[in-house]
């Protein structure tokens, strides 16, 4: 194999394996310059970097980090919608249970979009965290603009899917949690208990699109469960971010730096209690309205892996665990265990 180099003008030389060749034509320029030629390798060719290949690797390198910042493990949450349609009795109906299953697709597009526009306005703060440091955005895998933008496509386009999917009133409902969370990251993260309540209204505006999907009503007991259920664990995680983040907490979000521990246990305690007092209100009243031909112990029966759930979530609490309300939901086996007999128990009372 030969390899050619200009060594001085309208000279070429190649370097062949023929040594003698190489030192004519050395000779011959030293001759003409004055001075000698330097050594000629063809490991010293500059190699050609295929332009074309970098783009495609930057770009799948963009795309699996808006998939990450879309955060899909989170995307568990969005099985709220199928609450009020399954505790109705009517996900066994086809029409309904697709039409769930596309207002849970709409949700998750609408989560991903916040979740976007989210790390792009938390990436400094995030360098902060021990964890989130490694978010795209905050890594820098991801540039800003493109996260933002994509972020405002997602949210638009869900809002436009909820009012071809049921019409107005769900794509007020999808609207009102794309204001809230904006508003959440914007200003009000950083306003003690007003933060709280802004994150717990997603998993409450998740239910009522249930609701809305499947034209079903929310009875108040309903509507009270899911709301402070949602407040507990919006506490818990943030008692487990309060303890991990240790004196970085105000860095990382200033109103987390003004919660006392004391402060959120107190509101997991009053969460928790509300919750269980008024699900088994509505275990009851839920016995008393299917009527004769049903079994309505089991919804009485359900009370317990309820209360146990409870529980056993609030210990995860106490002990610092439970930043990440997903991987309690995903990955705790008793909890899953728990959750199964619950479902299975209210199932028949429903269904049976």
């Known amino acids: 194999m030969l390899a050619w180099r200009v060594i001085g003008p309208q000279r070429i030389v190649s370097c062949s394996p023929?040594?003698?060749?190489?030192?004519?034509?050395?000779?011959?320029?030293l001759n003409d310059t004055g001075t000698t030629p330097e050594a000629v390798s063809p490991l010293d060719e500059t190699p050609v970097v295929d332009g074309s290949t970098e783009v495609s690797t930057r770009r799948r390198r963009i795309s699996l980090g808006l998939l990450r910042l879309a955060r899909p493990r989170q995307w568990v949450k969005n099985v709220l919608v199928f609450a009020a349609p399954g505790a109705a009795g009517v996900l066994s109906h086809g029409h309904i249970a697709l039409r769930e299953a596309g207002g849970f697709g709409v949700f998750c597009a609408?989560?991903?979009?916040?979740?976007?526009?989210?790390?792009?306005?938390?990436?400094?703060?995030?360098?902060?965290?021990?964890?989130?440091?490694?978010?795209?955005?905050?890594?820098?895998e991801v540039p800003v603009t493109v996260a933002a933008t994509t972020g405002l496509v997602l949210l638009a386009a869900s809002v436009g899917l909820a009012w071809w999917l049921a019409g107005g009133h769900l794509a007020l409902v999808i609207a009102i949690y794309a204001s809230v969370s904006a508003a959440y990251s914007l200003r009000l993260k950083h306003e003690p208990v007003i933060d709280l309540a802004c994150v717990s209204s997603g998993f409450i505006l998740r239910a009522i699109a249930?609701?809305?999907?499947?034209?079903?009503?929310?009875?108040?007991?309903?509507?009270?469960?899911?709301?402070?259920?949602?407040?507990?664990?919006v506490a818990g995680k943030r008692s487990a971010e309060h303890a991990e983040l240790g004196e970085?907490?105000?860095?990382?979000?200033?109103?987390?730096?003004?919660?006392?521990?004391?402060?959120?246990?107190?509101?997991?305690?009053?969460?928790a209690g509300i919750t269980l007092t008024a699900y088994c209100l509505w275990a009851f009243e839920r016995a008393h309205q299917i009527g004769v031909g049903h079994h309505p112990i089991w919804f009485e029966l359900s009370i317990v892996?309820?209360?146990?759930?409870?529980?056993?979530?609030?210990?995860?609490?106490?002990?610092?665990?439970?930043?990440?309300?997903?991987?309690?939901?995903?990955?705790?086996?008793?909890?899953?265990?728990?959750?199964?007999?619950?479902?299975?128990?209210?199932?028949?009372?429903?269904?049976?």
Do not use: C
């Open 18 to 29: 023929l040594p003698t060749m190489v030192r004519a034509v050395e000779e011959d320029h």
């Open 110 to 140: 609408a989560a991903a979009g916040t979740y976007l526009l989210n790390d792009t306005l938390d990436a400094a703060a995030d360098r902060h965290h021990p964890t989130k440091r490694f978010r795209p955005v905050a890594a820098g």
């Open 210 to 233: 249930g609701g809305i999907i499947a034209g079903v009503s929310l009875s108040d007991w309903f509507l009270i469960v899911v709301s402070f259920g949602s407040l507990l664990v």
């Open 248 to 271: 970085l907490r105000s860095v990382h979000r200033r109103a987390l730096g003004a919660y006392p521990p004391t402060f959120l246990r107190s509101v997991r305690l009053i969460a």
């Open 305 to 352: 892996p309820f209360v146990m759930a409870v529980l056993y979530v609030e210990l995860r609490f106490e002990r610092g665990q439970g930043g990440a309300p997903e991987d309690l939901a995903l990955g705790d086996r008793t909890l899953q265990v728990i959750g199964l007999v619950w479902a299975l128990l209210f199932a028949v009372g429903v269904y049976a």
